[in-house]
């Protein structure tokens, strides 16, 4: 088995290429290969000898754009479409053996029931990213039966642009200077990063195929993981809840069904939630 991950050293990748060695299996990744040099994933030529050179057997995607607030709506989402479609055709075609991407929760419809998102809910994107997305997956799964596609929901971690709400409410509880969020009873699917890299790695080392909830499967509220940061750092009443609203077509509620995860893939998760956040703040007084 000769593993291929894209975005390898990124948010999700170091820890799917972590959890991938930790089970002896050999791994390259767009920056660290046969070519000697990085490999621009956006153009033909590099993506052509990528492949040629390192004759993978197994192909793990994950490079997109990923700029903080502005990969939703960012030009660069057709470009990476089209690159990673013809990423996935290449790789086939040369004898790949099994191919699995990674695709969004923003995929699913928002408009509806969005309390427990299963892999068969409708899908109805809202921004380019999730459109995107959507159609790489439909253009993977056209292309053969044995790939599979992690769809991810809200993830935190090691290496965490500093201005997602997360890393803000640390910020806040450790320095004390007060955080204006939106409605305490928001509720989200987090996830550690180092679970979702794990659960990619087991996705792709697996037999199973078609699309795959990556989340916990539980949607925490706001204002319970704000309270569990401020008793972190001993203070209260610093992040302060449902001073701004949700904004448009934001549902209150997004969680994730993982029982595709849980029992056909069979995995299960590395780092705990509470460990996580005790982490995420150990991290910040560390930094």
Known sequence: MRVLVTGGEGFIGRHAVAALRARGVAVATHRDNALGRRADLLDAGDRRALIAAERPTHLLHLAWVTEHGRFWHSPLNADWEAASADLFARFLGAGG???????????????????????????????????????TWERLAALGENTAWGRPFFMFGPGETPTRLLPLMVRAAASGVALDCGPGGTRRDFWDTRNVGAAFAALLLSGVTGPVNIARGVAERFDAIGAAIE??????????????????????????????????????EPVTFADSLCDLCDGYLGA
Do not use: M
């Open 97 to 135: 053996v099994r191919a699995v991407g990674c695709g969004s929760c923003t995929e699913y419809g928002w408009g509806g029931d969005t309390e427990c998102l299963r892999e068969d809910s409708p899908l109805a994107p809202h921004t380019p990213y999730g459109e995107a997305k959507l159609r």
């Open 231 to 268: 008793a972190h750092f001993g203070v209260s009443d610093v992040i302060r809840f449902g001073r701004r609203e949700l904004g448009p077509g934001e549902p209150a509620v997004l969680g994730a069904d993982v029982t595709r995860l849980r029992r056909e893939v069979g995995f299960e």
